[in-house]
């Protein structure tokens, strides 16, 4: 049993607009943080610049809020430098893969245990509604008004493209889901990827409409557990099965299709195919958008390894200080 | 050949060693200025290398040069030309007889001056000696490749392994030239190639053939030479680069400080050897983190001082602009981090192997906002580890980003280093939080003396707390848009920096009563002091004040400036320190000479300019 309570996390006013998924978001980080029972001191919060990344400002631990976009190198040093801090690194959709897309990529690639909060409002908010790189092409706003030109990121695929061990998603509003989806992020050793759906009630109202209410959800989501048949829809009467190179929603009963016949989530499996083809699904291609852990895979850790390598070249080597390591230089006496 | 060999006495001598950027002149340079100060003589050591790895064999752009300076007493610079040049190949001869003096001697390997060298080396003819107007009985002419291959003939070497050992054989005959003991040079390959005897006993081989191709044939040289030693303050020594020297004062210093050192780093030539270097200790407890870019080397660093590391991030000019940002939220935050720049040409990617010292105005001024940083600036190769060890402390004791200016004349050059007690160093003392303050810190409670705010590290009980770049209310550290708040910070970050105390700078020469000051910082000091001492010399009566602290200034800088008739302000830049300068020294108006040629100053070339001013 954890000692804190969310109320041990909490600090400050969040001065979001009202109905904002930074303020749901927030409270399930709290709860989260209560659930793990990491002390605050030794938790930190680290962000970039953006509406969410004033997150740091509203939690009772360690936090930066640092410079647009480098919050996850500011946090990568932070890792290594003292492994007993749990880190979460806060980034928007703007923050993390438009400015920060290089250190997002490459805290994937060397799986610094990091717990990568990706708010995804698919929207500049703080600077006053422009085009992100997640915005769907042809999207209008402030910077495009007359629809851009541009394909946008989908963050599972960056993630999985380099070599991320760890995709979860969940839904700012949907609590539950969220706070389980963040545990499991906390649990899983290395880069740990959870994007957060959420609307920016100003700029970009309805971008996640399709799954932003229970209802919603009920009918456009699929909740994935690991060893669980892929079902959903609202009387649990869809499931997903393989077809080809691709998915297919079936219908349970229909044509001679039982739960046996449907996909069985494998969150731990190493080649992330299928999971890319899970988190890639949307609701206009008539699919489900996939929720909760699609990737968990352990993998050695960047900090672990940077320790580790230090402890081993200790035990190797013979000079441990400053004044041996100038007696492993050619010298000469002068008397 | 001469009759009888003369052995001449010489205070100081100037070795430059060049050939093709494979050919090892380094090497053959560093095992020269160890020989020399193992037998008590002084060392400054300069290479000069092109920016391509390998550039086609024998051509113009590929040569690479390593100039040694040693001398019976103390010397201070590589030297303006050399007494013996080392030229592997007709190429080497074309770019490096500029940088002979014109009574040197020339040691050329003539199996590398046949038709097709001296074509890539736009020669226009078989007299290439002629061309260039040198005087053939100074030209030691020497078979070298064909003599080593010889000598390796039975060593079961292939030919590629052979040819790489010609460096040996050109050092042999410059070790016969001055007299060297070879078996320092033998003992000092053995320990270099301890797991690969063979290589090293192949190598002895050919030092000694050279060697023994010089005594016998007594070359075409009237003469050998001999370099006394005159006794340098008593202890161990070591020869060391200035790069290597920054590495070893950041380990001393987070050795005495007892903090993790972290450095985050992107390669960047001419900084990258202190990535190197660094990552090579690990059994120090020493981090090296090889960022994605230049912005994550300083980012990472300024996220391990928040977990209490002594963090640093070594780049030059063009990552210093990538990194300008989050050196700014060190600012703002007020964390220690220590920025090495070490200068090279610009602007943008410049002359990237070469030395300048044109990011003055870019380390105390380039960054948004008010945004004070103290800038220190190393004078030599081995003043690197003192004033790294300083950037350092200041760092950490008045929790501040400092800008430590090297260049790549200092980093790369070498000169004979005394080896420091790390117990004689001075202490470190970061205002660490106190038990009292417990519980109700805010991160920019100061102490009111210096206006230094308090270190709470990451992971501490009690002390948690956000930093951030909005800026902050002063007491309680939340975010503040307050207009009186704001001045007030501004000016508590300006003070704070102000108050760094520093040593006073000092005047060397004729203190008292000389007609003209010479003024500089950062690594021209050996030759500004060696004009110093040349126009003295002379009958005139000069002095030089060098300063190594740039923000702030020592207290006695407007005293000393204002002091003599004349100054000189002396940089490789267009005039950012004159100008600097009379920003804080009232009425200060100074001579001013600047030369950007990404080349070392030229000692005859200041004692002329600086002639002229005097007789102005």
């Known amino acids: 049993m954890s000692e804190y309570t969310a109320k041990d996390f909490k600090k400050g006013q969040p001065r979001w607009c009202p109905g904002c998924g930074d303020h749901f978001f927030l409270a399930s980080l709290h709860k989260a943080m209560a659930e793990i029972g990491v002390a605050p001191y030794n938790t930190a919060v680290i962000s970039g610049i953006g509406c969410s990344s004033r997150l740091p400002y509203y939690v009772n631990t360690y936090a930066m809020q640092t410079v647009h976009g480098r919050a996850a190198a500011i946090a990568t040093g932070a890792k290594v430098t003292n492994q007993n801090l749990s880190i979460w690194q806060v980034s928007g959709d703007g923050d993390g893969l438009a400015i920060g897309g290089n250190h997002f990529i490459h805290a994937m690639r060397r799986n610094i245990d990091l717990n990568i909060i990706l708010l995804n409002n698919r929207i500049y908010g703080l600077t006053k509604g422009q085009y992100s790189p997640t915005s769907p092409r042809g999207f209008v706003s402030k910077s495009s008004p007359y629809g851009t030109v541009e394909d946008p990121f989908y963050p599972a695929e960056l993630c999985f493209g380099a070599r991320g061990h760890f995709f979860a998603r969940s839904v700012a509003t949907d609590a539950t889901p969220t706070v389980e989806i963040l545990k499991a992020a906390h649990a899983h050793k290395g880069a740990a990827v959870c994007e957060i759906l959420q609307d920016c009630v100003i700029f970009n109202e309805g971008t996640h409409n399709d799954v932003y209410t229970k209802e919603g959800r009920a009918k456009n989501a699929i909740y994935l557990e690991q060893g669980k048949p892929m079902i959903f829809g609202e009387n649990k009467e869809f499931g997903l099965m393989q077809e080809g190179f691709s998915l297919k929603v079936v219908k349970i009963g229909e044509n001679g299709v039982t739960e046996k016949d449907l996909l069985v989530h494998d969150a731990h499996c190493e080649d992330n195919t299928l999971q890319l083809k899970l988190a890639l699904m949307e609701t206009k291609d008539g699919f489900p958008v996939a929720l909760g852990v699609i990737r968990d895979v352990a993998a050695p850790t960047y900090d672990d390894a940077v320790n580790e390598q230090i402890e081993e070249i200790k035990a190797k080597k013979s000079y441990h200080n400053f004044t041996e390591l100038l007696e492993t230089n050619d010298t000469w006496e002068v008397k | ?616």
Not at chain 2, 231 to 247: E, F
Not at chain 2, 308 to 323: H, R, W
Not at chain 2, 590 to 598: E, L
Request: glycine share 8%.
């Open chain 2, 1 to 616: 050949m001469a009759e009888k060999m003369e052995i001449k006495e010489l205070d100081q001598v100037v070795v430059r060693f060049s050939g093709d950027s494979g050919d090892g002149m380094q090497l053959a340079g560093n095992i020269f200025s160890t020989v020399s100060a193992t037998v008590g003589n002084d060392i400054s050591t300069f290479p000069d290398y092109p920016a391509d790895i390998r550039a086609p064999q024998g051509s113009l752009t590929g040569v690479s040069g390593f100039q040694v300076h040693i001398g019976e007493g103390k010397v201070y610079t590589p030297g303006d030309k050399c007494d013996v040049l080392v030229a592997m190949n007709a190429a080497a001869l074309k770019t490096q007889y500029r940088y002979a003096k014109p009574s040197a001697c020339i040691i050329i390997d003539t199996d590398s001056f046949c038709e097709k060298d001296l074509e890539k080396a736009a020669f226009n003819s078989n007299d290439y000696l002629g061309e260039m107007n040198i005087d053939p009985d100074r030209v030691i002419a020497c078979p070298i490749t064909h003599m080593v291959k010889e000598c390796l003939a039975d060593s079961g070497m292939d030919n590629k392994a052979i040819l790489k050992c010609r460096n040996m054989f050109a050092l042999g005959l410059v070790c016969w030239l001055f007299n060297r003991d070879i078996e320092i040079a033998a003992n000092f390959l053995k320990e270099k190639f301890v797991k690969k005897p063979a290589i090293a006993e192949n190598n002895i081989k050919v030092i000694n053939a050279g060697y023994d191709y010089g005594h016998n044939t007594h070359s075409s040289v009237a003469g050998t030479y001999k370099i006394e030693s005159k006794a340098a303050a008593k202890g161990r020594y070591m020869d060391i680069t200035g790069n290597k020297a920054t590495s070893y004062g950041l380990i001393a210093a987070a050795e005495k400080a007892g903090l993790r050192l972290f450095l985050g780093s992107y390669p960047i030539t001419p900084a990258t050897d202190i990535l190197h270097e660094l990552s090579k200790h690990k059994s120090l407890g020493v981090t090296t983190v090889q960022c994605e870019d230049e912005i994550s080397g300083c980012a990472s660093a300024i996220g391990a001082s928040f977990a209490g590391a002594l963090a640093c991030t070594s780049t030059s000019g063009p990552g210093v602009c990538l990194k300008s940002e989050a050196i700014n939220l060190a600012v703002i935050d007020e964390l220690p981090l220590v920025i090495i720049n070490v200068q090279r040409g610009g602007p943008s990617t410049g002359l990237p192997t070469k030395s300048e010292q044109t990011d003055l105005l870019q380390a105390l001024y380039g960054r948004n906002g008010e945004s004070p940083m103290p800038v220190i600036a190393a004078t030599s190769p081995t003043n690197c580890f003192e004033a790294t060890y300083t950037a350092a402390k200041i760092a950490l004791e008045h929790m501040t980003p400092v800008i430590l200016l090297t260049d790549a004349f200092v980093a790369n050059g070498s000169g004979a280093w005394k080896l420091p007690d790390i117990a004689e160093l001075p202490a470190i003392n970061p205002p660490y939080v106190t038990p009292e303050m417990k519980d109700n810190y805010t991160p920019y409670f100061r102490n009111p003396d210096n206006q230094v705010r308090y270190w709470a590290i990451a992971g501490q009980k009690g002390y948690t707390h956000i930093l951030g770049g909005l800026e902050k209310d002063n007491k309680t550290g939340a975010i503040s848009t307050d207009p009186e708040n704001h001045n007030l910070m501004c000016h508590l970050r300006a003070e704070k920096i102000a108050k760094i105390e520093v040593p006073d700078v000092e005047v060397e020469g004729c203190v008292d009563d000389a007609d003209l000051l010479i003024v500089g910082f950062g690594g021209t000091y050996g030759h500004l002091y060696s004009a110093m001492e040349e126009l003295n010399k002379k009958g005139y009566k000069t002095a030089h004040a060098h300063f190594e602290f740039i923000n702030p200034l020592p207290k006695n800088t407007a005293e000393v400036l204002n002091k003599y008739k004349k100054v000189v302000v002396a940089e490789q830049n267009l005039g950012q320190f004159a100008a600097y300068l009379r920003s804080k020294v009232d009425y200060f108006v100074p001579y001013q000479f600047n030369q950007v040629k990404g080349q070392p100053f030229v000692v005859t070339e200041l004692v002329a300019a600086f002639e002229g001013i005097l007789k102005k």
